[in-house]
């Protein structure tokens, strides 16, 4: 039976949380909010959107939506420029051997993101080629936790959901995985241990863990 590996970009794949902080706390400034990392690792797996709603509270109301727009147009064009200086160095070479080990395996591989600048970061660190498919923030409706980033990433690579692992360092994606019924692999510190199935310290444990899924596959 074939099985799907479904990845979270930022944050999994790629460190760009600290471009997004840099970003936010820019424009958080200039409209003198409050904006710190914790508020941010808080942000992960939500839209931009959503976020901008999330770091605006109560200020929301002095906005148009029009007016939001362009605020997190603004935030986008700043993390855009951290962006452009991505290249394919900024991937380690063990996340690269990860992928290539889960594709010897037989694992169709995919990225399952909230961002809509997931292809322009595949692109920028070549990483493109590693996935069978790639469902991201220009695909979908309703961000993380909803699952419907992940339902699309295993129906683009024509597997069931059940059929599908998600590995993700958020907990809107835990959250996401589980609602969707993929079995959901937390990487880092943001989710507690009884929230996902599985947990890793870094992605540099997923072999081992896989290994040992697949073991209690057979035995089961
Ligand atoms: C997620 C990040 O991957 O993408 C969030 O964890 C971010 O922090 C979201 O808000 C949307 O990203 P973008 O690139 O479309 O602004
Ligand atoms: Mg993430």
Known sequence: MKKGMIFDLD???????????????????????EFNESMNNQLRGISRQDSLELILKERSTDYSEAEKRKLAEEKNGYYREFLQQMSPLDVSDEVRNILRWLKGRGYQLAVGSSSKNAPFILQRTQLSGYFDAVADGN???????????????????????????????ARAGIQAAKAGGMTAIAMGDAVGANEADYTL????????????????????
């Open 11 to 33: 944050g999994v794949l790629v460190f760009t949380d600290h471009f997004h902080y840099l970003a936010w706390k820019k424009l958080a400034d200039r409209l003198n909010i």
């Open 139 to 169: 695909h979908i409706t309703r961000s993380k936790p909803d699952p419907e980033v992940f339902l699309k990433a295993a129906e683009y690579l024509g597997l069931s959901p059940f059929d599908c692992a998600v590995v993700e360092d």
């Open 201 to 220: 310290d870094s992605l540099s444990d997923l072999p081992a863990l896989i290994t040992k899924m697949e073991h209690s596959f057979k035995t089961s």
